[in-house]
Structure formats: C-alpha cells, structure tokens
C-alpha cells in the first residue's frame, strides 16, 4: 500500500528549549520569570534542536536512548550525513584507553592512525537508522545558546556503514548510571550546577519544547504522576502492570508477561508492541468494532491496519482509550487521537495507526505518543513523570 510509506515521512515539530530554568544571573532571579526560547527549528518526524561546535551550527536530534554527541568526521568512510562535520576545537583532547570514560558498553580502543596512540572509541547500531557506526570520542566544548563552552564527550563518526542518511548530529539525553558516559545534556546541567532533570512537552501537532534542570510548572496542568524509572541497558523505560482496554463488551488487556517494559524513544516518531500483544490489540480491536454492525466502519478497521485511510472514512472518536495501568496507582490514558495520527497529502488528510508491531521483546513509546503530555525524566529521583500539557 502506498500510503505505508507516509507513516515515516516528515512531520513539523518545532522544538524549543525551555531556559527559563537556567537563568544564570542566579539565585535573586529565581521567582522571575524570564521565559526564552532557546531553539527553534524542525521539521522532522524527532524532537530537534540546534548546538554550535567551533563556528559550526549542527542540528541535533535529542534522543533519550543514547548518551552520546554523535557528529559525523570530516574524513568519514560511508557517512550519509550532511555537512557541517566535526572539527576537533583547539582545545580538544583524546580519550585515553584506560580511562574512567572508556568503560561503558560500546566502548573500542582505537589506532586511528599509525602515529597516535590508541584511543576510545565507540560502537553501536542506530536502530532508527539501521546504521552501524564506529566512532572516536573526543572530550571538547560546545555551546547551546547562551551557555558557551560546555566541555562534554564527541563521539566523532569515521566509519559507517548500512543504513540511511542521518541529516542530523545526535544529542544524547539518556540515563545517567554507573557504567553510562555522562550524556551531553547531564554535562551541560553538571556545569551549571543543576540537577538531570529534564520534560518534554508536546502538543497533538508535535509542537512543544524541553524544559531542562528543572520542572517547568508552565508546560504541565494538574499532578504529575510518577513511576520507577528503569535505567536498564542504558535507555529510560517503565512498567506498566497492565495495558487494558474496553470496548463494546470485549476486553483487551495484556500484562507484564507479554509487555515487559516501555523503552522511551524521543528519537522514534512512532509506537511499538512486541508481536504477541499487538496481534491482541488488533484483533480486539476489530472485534469490538465490528460488533456495532456498521459493516462500512468494520471494513475500514481492518485497513487501518495496512495503511492509512481517508480521514473523511473513517471517525477516530469511535474508537476507545489504551490505558496504561501503573504500580502506583495512577492511569496513563491514551485516547484515540494520540494513538492515530494524521497526515496530509495533497491537500487530503489521512488516519494512520501510531502503533506498530515491534520485533523485539520491548514496548517503545515514542513522540506520537508523548503528544499532549509533559513526560517528565527525572534522573535524581530515578523516576519517569507524566502529566498533560
Ligand atoms: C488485567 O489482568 C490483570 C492480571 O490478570 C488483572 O489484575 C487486571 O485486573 C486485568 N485488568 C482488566 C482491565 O481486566
Ligand atoms: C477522500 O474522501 C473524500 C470524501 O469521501 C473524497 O472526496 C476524496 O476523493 C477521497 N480521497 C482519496 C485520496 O481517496
Ligand atoms: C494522573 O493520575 C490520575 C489518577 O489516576 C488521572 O486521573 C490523571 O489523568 C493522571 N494524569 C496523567 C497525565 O496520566
């Protein structure tokens, strides 16, 4: 089907950064609100921003399942990412094979060349892009905005291999634990003596911004609920005890058994279930829905699940809420128009499922389904926030 292949295609996010929080003038400035946007750019199906390297602008994808600034080198074998590339600052330094730095999974010791000693590297597999890279971390400094001079790690990109085109540097803004290298975003918030905490804030067109070192009372209304943040293989991910849902007399509900755990991926433009609970949710899905015997409306159920479909077919509200039950004794709701989106072609308006069936053991709540919530990733207190915008 050929709409398939919108699902991927560009949305318009536009992404501030909330620095407000981050009012360096200090401690006599703390109850005025001197609200400033930081960033403002996208147009991209992930949360983006912008950072400067030596006189270079790079636009970053923040991504909560990585800790590194991934940019690509200047001499880069196989690399699809655009210009500008990596220059080492005058500053920059290597770091060394034995170092506290180079201990996290990943990790490589390196001999660039035959001149220099070995030095850390690191390697892994951007899943969004099917690309296996290999790079050489570099301490260095960065700025972002106001804040000049931030000393973080760079992961530098020399070789890559498989995968499509990154148009964009990665930001990193994954958990901070033990064996992580402390993410850019954590170095930044170190440096300015405020704790890792960061939100991302959206609204239903993606629209939205992060709040960082702090919880900006200004992106959320009424509580916000806390679960255990997992830290586990690196990412940010929580357990509900059960996802369940109700409609027309039939039950969906799926526990810790078939879902383990939400991996948070701000770096996904879509949702995941493992196998055995999407095919649940499919398949109840059409039942409930067929049984109102509106055979027009059962028909389009089934291709909601193929494709995307004509939004003037289709009415989204007749469908129930997914609600993710908590230990804590809150509820996560997500209603229909979060787990459908929308998207325009041609001056026509199509529906498309936001949730699709992973082949991995592991859920992924990505943006579409952080759309009109402010998701609250509070690395001190090791816990996960939702509350709506
Ligand atoms: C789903 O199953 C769990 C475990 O069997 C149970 O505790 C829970 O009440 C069920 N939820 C619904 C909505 O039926
Ligand atoms: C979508 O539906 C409207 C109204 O039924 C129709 O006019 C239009 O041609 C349809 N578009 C496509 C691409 O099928
Ligand atoms: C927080 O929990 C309360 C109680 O379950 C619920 O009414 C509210 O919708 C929850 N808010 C969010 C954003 O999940």
Redesign the pocket.
């Known amino acids: 089907m050929i709409y398939k292949k919108w699902t991927i295609l560009v949305f318009l996010i536009n992404c501030f950064l909330f620095v407000k929080c981050l009012d360096k003038k200090g401690i006599y400035k703390d109850n005025i609100d001197t609200s400033k946007s930081l960033v403002l750019d996208g147009k991209s199906d992930y949360l983006s921003s912008s950072i400067v390297i030596g006189f270079d602008t790079f636009n970053v994808i923040i991504d909560t399942t990585l800790n590194y600034l991934i940019v690509a080198e200047r001499k880069c074998d196989g690399c699809t990412q655009y210009p500008p590339y990596y220059r080492e600052s005058q500053v920059f330094e290597n770091i060394q094979c034995d170092s506290p730095a180079c201990h996290s999974i990943g990790n490589t010791c390196d001999k660039p060349n035959k001149y220099d000693p070995p030095t850390c590297g690191y390697e892994t597999t951007l899943q969004q892009y099917g690309a296996n890279i290999k790079t050489i971390l570099y301490r260095d400094i960065i700025s972002i905005d106001d804040f000049k001079n931030i000393p973080v790690i760079i992961a530098a990109i020399y070789e890559q291999s498989n995968g499509v085109s990154l148009n964009s540097a990665i930001l990193g803004v994954g958990p901070s634990c033990p064996t992580c290298p402390p993410s850019p975003l954590q170095s930044l918030l170190y440096t300015l003596k405020k704790p890792y905490i960061f939100g991302i804030s959206l609204d239903k067109n993606y629209f939205g911004g992060i709040s960082i070192g702090k919880i900006d009372p200004l992106l959320y209304t009424g509580v916000i609920n806390y679960t255990t943040m997992s830290k586990r293989d690196g990412v940010y991910s929580v357990s509900p005890i ?1 996802v ?1 849902s ?1 409609w027309n007399d039939q ?1 969906f ?1 799926s ?1 810790r058994n078939d879902i383990k755990r939400f991996i948070i991926s701000s770096s996904s433009s879509l949702s995941y279930f493992p196998s055995t609970p999407y095919k649940q949710l499919k398949q109840f899905l059409k039942n409930a829905g067929c049984k109102s015997g509106d055979l027009d409306f059962c028909s389009k159920i089934d291709s909601l699940f193929n494709s995307c479909i004509n939004a003037s077919q289709i009415s989204i509200d007749r469908f129930p809420d997914i609600d993710l039950y908590f230990e804590e004794g809150f509820i996560l709701t997500i209603p229909p128009k979060i787990y459908f989106h929308s998207i325009s072609r041609n001056n026509q308006v199509f529906i498309c499922m936001g949730i699709l069936e992973s082949t991995d053991t592991n859920a992924i709540l990505g943006i579409n389904l952080m759309r009109e919530l402010y998701t609250v990733f509070d690395n001190e207190k090791t816990l996960i926030g939702f509350s709506r915008k």
């Open positions: 059960f369940g109700h039950l509900n526990t």
